[in-house]
């Protein structure tokens, strides 16, 4: 069993910069593939970002150039760092974490690959 808690959601302006931390609570879990997922109230949960381990990482179209996903192995924490924030970016953010080390592709965009889920982050750009 594996908890994931989510911390550095808040408030940002147009432009501005934040960095979502995910903290992963068993060590067995730090080399699965791991993703960053947003939620609008009323619409389904997307993707924003998925990393396996460093050696491949995967971002929505919406984010390219603009969000960077990293994980401190270290530490079992997974980041994703917000830069040049839109109000189209705002959303509660979620970390979730597969079962699989391996993301294989396109299939990591989708909400079933992951099995565990944090209780969500709110982002709120203004």
């Known amino acids: 069993h594996v908890q994931l808690v989510e911390s550095g959601g808040g408030s940002v302006q147009a432009g501005g910069s934040l960095r979502l931390s995910c903290t992963v609570s068993?060590?067995?879990?730090?080399?699965?593939?791991m993703g960053w997922f947003r939620q609008v109230s009323g619409k389904e949960r997307e993707a924003v970002a998925v990393?396996?381990?460093?050696?491949?990482?995967n971002y929505a179209d919406s984010v390219k150039g603009r969000f960077t996903i990293s994980r401190d192995l270290s530490k079992n924490i997974l980041y994703l760092e917000m830069n040049n924030s839109q109000r189209e970016d705002s959303a509660t953010y979620y970390c979730?974490?597969?079962?699989?080390?391996?993301?294989?592709?396109?299939?990591?965009?989708?909400?079933?690959?992951?099995?565990?889920w944090g209780q969500g982050t709110q982002v709120t750009v203004s």
């Open positions: 068993n060590e067995r879990y730090k080399n699965r593939c």
């Open positions: 990393d396996e381990s460093g050696t491949w990482t």
């Open positions: 979730a974490v597969s079962t699989s080390d391996g993301c294989y592709g396109s299939s990591s965009s989708r909400p079933e690959f992951f099995r565990y």
